[in-house]
């Protein structure tokens, strides 16, 4: 059995790439790195992230459900023992209720306050300026 021509032909070389094309692959490959980074990046923070909104959650609850409780003790103490009028008693009870909600959420903000993904973020941004440059 013969080989025809075709048969024994070389394989075709892959088409040359302009300078376009190699930089658009260069750029999706830096990418995919910048994701992989920021995937990795991002279940490290998460733990920091899920703990800031917990204790951002836990401060709005103690707001509104859990010291309602205690404030009507507090209001009726404040009039039974201290002789206060129940509009001084009341007041008195609403700043130490916002004292309460002023120390959990500035606890809570602190834990989201640092940047989300900073080596990510900032891969990315000297990817691009080289790229745009």
């Not at 404040?78 to 001084?88: A, M, P, S, T």
């Not at 009870?93 to 309460?100: S, V």
């Not at 990315?124 to 300026?129: A, E, I, P, Q, V």
């Amino acid at each position: 059995m013969e080989s025809s021509a075709a048969d024994r032909a070389e394989p075709a070389e892959a088409p040359q790439r302009g300078p376009a094309s190699r930089l658009l692959h260069v750029a999706g490959g830096l990418l995919a790195i910048h994701l992989q980074v920021a995937q990795t990046e991002l279940a490290e923070e998460q733990s920091r992230i899920a703990r800031g909104i917990a204790l951002l959650v836990l401060s709005w609850m103690c707001l509104f459900v859990g010291v309602l409780l205690v404030q009507a003790i507090v209001v009726i103490s404040l009039h039974e023992l201290l002789r206060l009028r129940w509009l001084l008693a009341a007041s008195a009870m609403a700043l130490l209720n916002l004292l309460l909600w002023l120390g959990l959420h500035a606890l809570g903000s602190r834990q989201l306050q640092a940047p989300v993904l900073p080596t990510t973020r900032a891969l990315l941004r000297k990817t691009l300026s080289a790229l745009h440059s």
